[in-house]
């Protein structure tokens, strides 16, 4: 029902940038918060960035300093730009979006996750 599509990923040398971008289409009634996550190599998926509804912003000690997560409501859609990126930020990333959809009879919860994209950063 509701749809994430994400572009941006790429191969970067280290101390370059990148910028993600992430679409949401589908009978959305409300976002209420959207966000980052990355799996690297043979570990665990984890949250990179997150936005709300209201601009509030959080980051993984990590990234905080060079990554920057912004969104456009109108559009619906949420950016992480990338600054300095070293090779340990490798990995795929995934958006992820929650909120409200319409079904035709009422709203109900949903959260989609994009099909991920690869950033790979070169020494």
């Known amino acids: 029902q509701v749809q994430l599509v994400e572009s941006g990923g790429g191969l970067v040398q280290a101390g370059g940038s990148l910028r993600l971008s992430c679409a949401a289409s589908?009978?959305?009634?409300?976002?209420?918060?959207m966000g980052w996550y990355r799996q690297p190599p043979a570990k665990q998926r984890e949250l990179v960035a997150a936005i709300s509804s209201r601009g509030i912003t959080n980051y993984a000690d990590s990234v905080k300093g060079r990554f920057t997560i912004s969104r456009d409501n109108a559009k619906n859609t949420v950016y992480l730009q990338m600054n300095s990126l070293k090779p340990e930020d490798t990995a795929v990333y995934y958006c992820?979006?929650?909120?409200?959809?319409?079904?035709?009879?009422?709203?109900?919860?949903?959260?989609?996750w994009g099909q991920g994209t690869q950033v790979t950063v070169s020494s």
């Open positions: 992820n979006t929650q909120g409200y959809s319409d079904y035709g009879k009422g709203v109900r919860l949903f959260d989609s």
């Open positions: 589908g009978s959305i009634f409300s976002i209420n918060a």
